[in-house]
């Protein structure tokens, strides 16, 4: 999903990526910038260290997540590093921020598996369900919840009142909902679906993440790493890239002894 496309369906939810590469991935992904979105990257199988001057040192494996609020401008790409695992399969979501936050403070979180709570087969990322509220600092109105299924297990999920935009996406094996969505599928629902039913695989069970929320009113107005909801926001976060770039270049080598590059705003 990308905010030229599925994006513009799901917003608030306007990208997301299926991560499934060599541990070693991060450390050749080059820095790059963001603005007027938050990014959330979640670890499903392997793990990931992080090196912070803020959050301290730790790794992030199954349901660990890094959140960064990107809002009036960052530079990021190599704030974590390869942890003990060869492979390292997760998700990348951005969600667009709403007016008051998309050239506001940059905010981050990195969060441990162990901080992250649970409601029966599922962990909430962000938001809150059934009385269990993250811990992220996330905006009002947004769940994001990661799912694990035993093979043939159902489980349902009733959206909160006023979140009529719904979606899932299987990382690993397969779920009837009821139509059957397989791995490296993304399946959205109506606006009044109402409880939404899930069954797993019978043999395979299923990995699943899904996510709910308020609709997101605003046009999304794209830049080349930026989403916005005005041409005047666009423009705004944009220039403050172009200064924390100059900034960025004049600090030089931030690298730390762990190999991690802290975010730079």
């Known amino acids: 999903m990308s905010p030229s496309d599925l994006g513009h369906l799901l917003k608030p939810f306007v990208f997301l990526d299926l991560i499934d590469a060599d541990a070693r991935m991060a450390e050749s992904m080059p820095i790059h910038p963001h603005s007027g979105i938050a990014t959330v990257t979640l670890i499903i199988e392997g793990d990931a260290h992080f090196d912070d001057p803020e959050s301290g040192r730790g790794t992030i494996s199954y349901g660990g997540v890094e959140w960064m609020r990107a809002g009036g401008g960052v530079w990021h790409g190599k704030e974590m590093t390869s942890g003990t695992s060869k492979r390292v399969r997760g998700y990348q979501l951005w969600i667009a921020l709403p007016p008051e936050l998309e050239n506001g403070q940059v905010d981050s979180q990195y969060l441990e598996a162990d901080k992250i709570p649970g409601v029966g087969p599922a962990r909430i990322i962000l938001g809150s369900y059934a009385g269990v509220k993250s811990p992220v600092r996330s905006p009002e109105g947004i769940n994001y ?12 999920y009733q959206p909160p009142i006023g979140q009529d ?13 009821p139509d059957i969505a397989s791995e490296g599928e993304l399946v959205t629902f109506s606006s ?43 423009r705004t976060g944009e220039a403050r890239i172009s200064e924390i770039e100059t900034r960025l270049r004049e600090a030089g080598d931030r690298q730390a002894t762990s190999g991690a590059t802290p975010v730079f705003q």
């Not at 935009?165 to 909902?177: C, D, E, I, N």
Request: glycine letters at 8%.
């Open 192 to 234: 009044d679906n109402g409880v939404i039913t899930m069954q797993a695989d019978k043999k395979d069970g299923a990995v699943f993440i899904m996510g709910s929320a308020v609709r997101h009113p605003y046009d999304l107005k794209l830049g080349y790493y930026s989403v916005h909801t005005s041409a005047e926001a666009l």
């Open 145 to 156: 919840l990661l799912v694990t299924l035993a093979p043939g297990k159902c489980w349902e």
């Open 165 to 177: 935009v719904a979606w899932l996406s299987v990382s690993r094996g397969a779920v009837a909902t």
